[in-house]
Each structure stands twice: as C-alpha cells, then as structure tokens.
C-alpha cells in the first residue's frame, strides 16, 4: 500500500517539494539581510528601552516601510493550505469514484479502512511536513518584525506552526467533499469555497475572541499607552457610566467638533471636547503574551474540524457502494 | 467439486433510495464452472455481482462466499476474488508493469510470472501507459490482473460490452484458455448471448430485479420446447412462458420435458439458448 500511495501521489509531493525550494531561496536572502540590518542598526535596543524610542521612530519607520510590504507579501501562505486541500485532498477519492478504480482498489486484498489510513497517513505527514517547512521560514523571517508589531496581527498568525493544522483541515475538507461528491472538479470547488469561508470567518470573528480581551480606559488618547507587540482588536469611547457609543455617535461628535472638516492639531480639539463631557478611551487588546496560547486554541479548533472530516470521510468511503 | 457451491445467495434484496434494484434472489452457483448472468439493462445485474464479491452489503438477505458469510470489504475475502469491473478500470496514468505492482503489493497471492508471460503472448507491452492502450487491451490487462491473484471465483461484469466483435473474441479465448485447466468459478455477465453459449455451462437470468431462471443451461434447453400449431389466442398451458403468434399460426415457448405428451394440434421442436433467453427477457410480471 506505501509503494501505491507514493505512486498515485508522487507528482503532488515533487511539486510541493519544487515550491518549497522556490520560495525558500528568496525568502533566507531577504531574511538573513533583514536580521543582519536589525543587528546592525540597533532596533533591538530601541525596542527594549522605553527612553530610546523616542529618538528611534524614524529607524523603525524606514525599516518598517522597507521589509513590512516584503512581509506582506507572505499572506500568499495561506493559498498553500487551499491547495493541497483542493489539488491534492479533493481528487483523492472523488478521482477514484469518478473513473470507476474505486471498484478496482477496493476488490484487492486490501481493506478499504487499510487503503485509506495509508493515503491519509502518508499524504497527511507529506502536507504537513511542507507546511511545517514554511512556517518555520518564514516564522523565522518575520522575527524582527514580530518584535516591532504584535505577533498576532493576521500575517504573523497565518505563517505560524498554526498552518500545519490549517492544512490538515484543508486535505481533510478536500477528501469529504471528494467522497461526497464523487466529481473532481466539483470537490474542488466546494473546497475552496468553504476552505475560504471558514477560514474568513474564524480570522475575523472568532479570532478576537478566543480569549475575552483586557480592556484599558484612557482620558487622553496615548499613542504609546500599549506596547506596540499588543494586538488592539477594538477602540472607542466611553462614557463616565460605563457605556460605550456606537459608531455613528462618535462620528456625529467629530462632525460636530471639527464641522465636517478633516481632523485638525492631532485631535487636540476632539480631545478637549472629549475631556468637557466626560467621555474617555477605551481599547480592547490581547497583551503579546497571549499568543501562544490563542495559538493553540487556534491549533486546537483546526484539529477538531479536520479529524471530524476525516472521520466523516472514513464512514463515506466504507458505506459507498456507487 | 462441481456439487459444491460458490457463492449461496439467500432471500437477498438491494434497495438504492426508494427503488429496489434486486428483490427476493435466492440462488446457489455451483462451483467449478463458468455461470452466465443475462439481464437487460437495469435488471439488476451489477448489483447482483457487486454483492456477491462483497463490494457492497445486501439490504436484506444474506450472501455467503465460498462456504463463509461474506462480511464486505473483509480483505480475506477480496483477495479469493478476481473482479473485473464494467468498463475495466485501470489508472490510466500507470504503466502496466505499474498496475502488475499495485495488485502484488496488495494482494497475499499474485502470479507475476504468469501475467507477464500472458502479457507477453497478447502482444501488450509492460512500459506502455494504461491510458494508451485500446480497449480491447485495457480489457485484457484487466483480465490478467484478476486472474494473477488465482482467484477462486472470477467475476466479470460485462467484459466484452465496450468491444469490437475481433477484442470480444480474442478476450473470450483468453478466458477460456486461462481457467480451462484450473476449478475456478466464473461468474459472467453479458447481453451477447450467442458468446454465452459457447463458454458458459450454467445460467441465471434476471428480469426486473428478480431470478427468473437459473439452471445449468442443458439442463433449461432439455425443460423448454416451442409447440407450433394453428393460431390460437388463448392459449392456456401448463407452463407457458411466452406466445407469439403469426398470421395463420402461433408459436409458444413452454417449460415442459421433452417427454411430456402434447395435443395432438401442436408440434413440439426444442428450443435454443437465444429464443430461450429472449422469451424469458420479453416475458410478462
């Protein structure tokens, strides 16, 4: 069964190979010049002492400016996980059904509960294994930026160790629609699509959420009130009782205060009418070091899914008889 | 051995959603010899092979292979049945050699010397793509790969259907030649009756999901005769399958021995395969 399943999926695994190697020589070039410029230039200890900052806001803008769109960039990793899911994990079964070999492989000797650990067990370890591969790069070359910005912000999330499990959720998607299914390109399709939804969905409902953001009041608005590695998932305003305002009161107090005109003196004005109503900030903020722990909920929520899939796919494939 | 029996089927019915595509078929295939499963299209045949190896489970009844109940899917079954699919799939991006290895990777028994050399005799080269090689061919590569894993039940599921009248000859000859000197059972199904005839010894035949005739075949042409005689159209007569009637005259097929004594009106003549088969196919629920 290993010997069939490197056969039927050989030409997958040498691609994912080829991408990786694609990726990964540009990305050490630019990486290792990157690390060697936040050495060199000192941002570190920018970072680390508070006194220093001051002085060091233009260095981090240009360094910013100079490796943050290059970072930006790395947001196409999260087309990997759909990939495998749509090229490798939805042809899987819904070919096999589709040109009748399922008649073929599942009357050899061999069970179909035993045919399919195999395919899942070795095409499984291979995607996860390049996923692993990338986030490790690519983790690793986000390292200067993770310090200077919160980790959590969605790219740092996306190249994280978190992209094995978001893989493996996608492979298992691609296999359920395939045994649903039984067309290729159909399977295809409804993987991307919900591949996307979910994915959308969690990044930018759940996310926020997994653990119950601290929040913090300010009477004057402080750029530097929070370290820059928090990651701020909401702000606003708040009154003396408690209560926060909605979007379009706080937009009838600037149009108010500034009489539609565009924001004037770094909102000195909105602060001083802010201060004689007794209205104050709020900010809603996951501290840096939650990450690793919104990272296994993460991990953990893509896991579930994908053994569910599995599992749901394992029944399909035992009870299909057409 | 030919007493024995290959596969029993015992009140067995397969139901897909609402439509029952096999209903109350009991049937014991003896084993050892070459059995013909003759049904229109849609009467039930696929379903009726695909039980019986096992591929799928009844939805009511039992099967039993070989002497055991069967469990579906159970790898000591699959690897004492040699199954060759409708339209014999094969992965097309596989080379023949490819496919040899995938059947003697996962299969206990596979003959690799004999399915080369059988492969070597038709002429099929063992580096060629599955996908390159026509049809008759892709057959015959489907054949040998079943008969390597010496199997003791062969199922064929119309083999010959998607071949030229030159392929279905060549594939005939190589199944009968391959399981001539072994005790294999070979269960077959077909619409091309005049090449049943000529390898098969037994038959069944399904109409509408049902078994409306099963014996070994000498044995059905012996029990069926047609009386010709004056133009009846009411005939009512022990035994009768179906009329057909004529200007001036009527012929009915009729299960009776030839022995049975007929009115005096009738002339009796035996009966071939053919219009035994097309008489059952036509006949009336």
């Given at each position: 069964?290993?010997?069939?399943?490197?056969?039927?999926?050989?030409?997958?695994?040498?691609?994912?190979?080829?991408?990786?190697?694609?990726?990964?020589?540009?990305?050490?070039?630019?990486?290792?010049?990157?690390?060697?410029?936040?050495r060199a230039a000192g941002i570190a200890a920018c970072?680390?002492?508070?006194?220093?900052?001051?002085?060091?806001?233009?260095?981090?803008?240009?360094?910013?400016?100079?490796?943050?769109?290059?970072?930006?960039?790395?947001?196409?990793?999260?087309?990997?996980?759909?990939?495998?899911?749509?090229?490798?994990?939805?042809?899987?079964?819904?070919?096999?059904?589709?040109?009748?070999?399922?008649?073929?492989?599942?009357?050899?000797?061999?069970?179909?509960?035993?045919?399919?650990?195999?395919?899942?067990?070795?095409?499984?370890?291979?995607?996860?294994?390049?996923?692993?591969?990338?986030?490790?790069?690519?983790?690793?070359?986000?390292?200067?930026?993770?310090?200077?910005?919160s980790p959590m912000r969605t790219a740092a999330f996306?190249?994280?160790?978190?992209?094995?499990?978001?893989?493996?959720?996608?492979?298992?998607?691609?296999?359920?629609?395939?045994?649903?299914?039984?067309?290729?390109?159909?399977?295809?399709?409804?993987?991307?699509?919900?591949?996307?939804?979910?994915?959308?969905?969690?990044?930018?409902?759940?996310?926020?959420?997994?653990?119950?953001?601290?929040?913090?009041?300010?009477?004057?608005?402080?750029?530097?009130?929070?370290?820059?590695?928090?990651?701020?998932?909401?702000?606003?305003?708040?009154?003396?009782?408690?209560?926060?305002?909605?979007?379009?009161?706080?937009?009838?107090?600037?149009?108010?205060?500034?009489?539609?005109?565009?924001?004037?003196?770094?909102?000195?004005?909105?602060?001083?009418?802010?201060?004689?109503?007794?209205?104050?900030?709020?900010?809603?903020?996951?501290?840096?070091?939650?990450?690793?722990?919104?990272?296994?909920?993460?991990?953990?929520?893509?896991?579930?899914?994908?053994?569910?899939?599995?599992?749901?796919?394992?029944?399909?494939?035992?009870?299909?008889?057409? | 051995?030919?007493?024995?029996?290959?596969?029993?089927?015992?009140?067995?019915?397969?139901?897909?959603?609402?439509?029952?595509?096999?209903?109350?078929?009991?049937?014991?295939?003896?084993?050892?010899?070459?059995?013909?499963?003759?049904?229109?299209?849609?009467?039930?045949?696929?379903?009726?092979?695909?039980?019986?190896?096992?591929?799928?489970?009844?939805?009511?009844?039992?099967?039993?292979?070989?002497?055991?109940?069967?469990?579906?899917?159970?790898?000591?079954?699959?690897?004492?049945?040699?199954?060759?699919?409708?339209?014999?799939?094969?992965?097309?991006?596989?080379?023949?050699?490819?496919?040899?290895r995938y059947c003697r990777k996962t299969n206990t028994?596979?003959?690799?010397?004999?399915?080369?050399?059988?492969?070597?005799?038709?002429?099929?080269?063992?580096?060629?793509?599955?996908?390159?090689?026509?049809?008759?061919?892709?057959?015959?590569?489907?054949?040998?790969?079943?008969?390597?894993?010496?199997?003791?039940?062969?199922?064929?599921?119309?083999?010959?259907?998607?071949?030229?009248?030159?392929?279905?000859?060549?594939?005939?000859?190589?199944?009968?030649?391959?399981?001539?000197?072994?005790?294999?059972?070979?269960?077959?199904?077909?619409?091309?009756?005049?090449?049943?005839?000529?390898?098969?010894?037994?038959?069944?035949?399904?109409?509408?999901?049902?078994?409306?005739?099963?014996?070994?075949?000498?044995?059905?042409?012996?029990?069926?005769?047609?009386?010709?005689?004056?133009?009846?159209?009411?005939?009512?007569?022990?035994?009768?399958?179906?009329?057909?009637?004529?200007?001036?005259?009527?012929?009915?097929?009729?299960?009776?021995?030839?022995?049975?004594?007929?009115?005096?009106?009738?002339?009796?003549?035996?009966?071939?395969?053919?219009?035994?088969?097309?008489?059952?196919?036509?006949?009336?629920?």
């Open positions: 069964m290993l010997w069939v399943t490197w056969r039927q999926h050989r030409a997958a695994l040498l691609t994912g190979l080829f991408l990786l190697a694609a990726v990964t020589v540009p990305t050490l070039v630019s990486g290792f010049a990157m690390h060697e410029e936040y970072l680390t002492d508070p006194e220093a900052r001051a002085g060091c806001a233009q260095l981090l803008d240009q360094f910013t400016a100079h490796y943050g769109q290059w970072g930006n960039r790395m947001i196409w990793v999260t087309f990997l996980p759909a990939l495998i899911g749509a090229f490798v994990g939805a042809p899987l079964l819904a070919r096999e059904f589709e040109n009748g070999t399922w008649r073929f492989a599942f009357t050899q000797g061999v069970s179909r509960t035993r045919w399919l650990l195999t395919q899942l067990t070795v095409v499984g370890a291979a995607a996860a294994v390049l996923a692993l591969a990338c986030s490790v790069l690519f983790t690793w070359w986000r390292g200067p930026l993770d310090a200077m910005s996306t190249v994280s160790p978190g992209l094995v499990a978001l893989t493996l959720f996608a492979l298992a998607l691609g296999l359920f629609a395939g045994v649903l299914l039984r067309r290729t390109v159909i399977a295809m399709g409804l993987t991307l699509a919900v591949y996307l939804t979910v994915r959308i969905t969690l990044e930018e409902t759940l996310r926020p959420h997994y653990l119950s953001p601290l929040v913090r009041t300010d009477a004057q608005k402080a750029a530097d009130a929070l370290p820059p590695t928090a990651w701020v998932v909401d702000e606003g305003l708040i009154t003396t009782a408690g209560n926060r305002l909605s979007d379009g009161d706080e937009r009838k107090i600037l149009q108010q205060v500034y009489d539609g005109d565009t924001v004037r003196e770094g909102g000195a004005a909105l602060e001083r009418y802010l201060a004689e109503h007794g209205l104050r900030h709020y900010t809603e903020y996951h501290p840096a070091d939650r990450y690793p722990i919104m990272l296994i909920i993460e991990i953990g929520l893509y896991l579930g899914l994908a053994f569910a899939l599995f599992a749901a796919a394992a029944y399909l494939v035992r009870r299909r008889t057409s | 051995m030919s007493s024995d029996v290959a596969v029993q089927i015992d009140r067995v019915g397969k139901r897909y959603g609402r439509h029952w595509a096999l209903r109350d078929c009991t049937l014991s295939l003896p084993a050892g010899r070459i059995i013909a499963l003759v049904g229109a299209n849609g009467a039930g045949k696929t379903t009726l092979l695909h039980l019986a190896i096992g591929l799928m489970p009844p939805t009511e009844g039992s099967v039993s292979l070989l002497g055991t109940p069967l469990k579906p899917g159970r790898p000591q079954t699959l690897s004492q049945v040699g199954f060759v699919a409708q339209d014999h799939p094969l992965y097309r991006g596989f080379t023949v050699a490819e496919m040899l028994r596979f003959d690799q010397a004999g399915a080369e050399g059988r492969l070597r005799d038709l002429g099929i080269p063992l580096n060629r793509r599955t996908g390159r090689l026509s049809g008759g061919q892709q057959a015959q590569v489907a054949l040998t790969l079943a008969l390597a894993k010496q199997p003791r039940l062969l199922v064929l599921d119309e083999p010959v259907a998607s071949l030229d009248p030159l392929a279905r000859r060549e594939f005939m000859k190589t199944l009968i030649a391959a399981v001539a000197e072994t005790d294999v059972t070979v269960l077959l199904s077909s619409h091309v009756v005049t090449e049943l005839e000529r390898i098969c010894d037994h038959m069944v035949l399904l109409r509408g999901g049902r078994v409306r005739l099963a014996g070994d075949i000498d044995d059905l042409l012996a029990g069926h005769r047609v009386l010709t005689g004056p133009r009846v159209d009411d005939a009512a007569l022990d035994g009768l399958v179906t009329a057909t009637h004529g200007e001036r005259n009527s012929h009915l097929l009729v299960r009776q021995p030839a022995t049975a004594p007929t009115h005096p009106r009738w002339e009796a003549h035996p009966v071939n395969l053919e219009e035994l088969v097309l008489a059952y196919l036509e006949g009336q629920d």
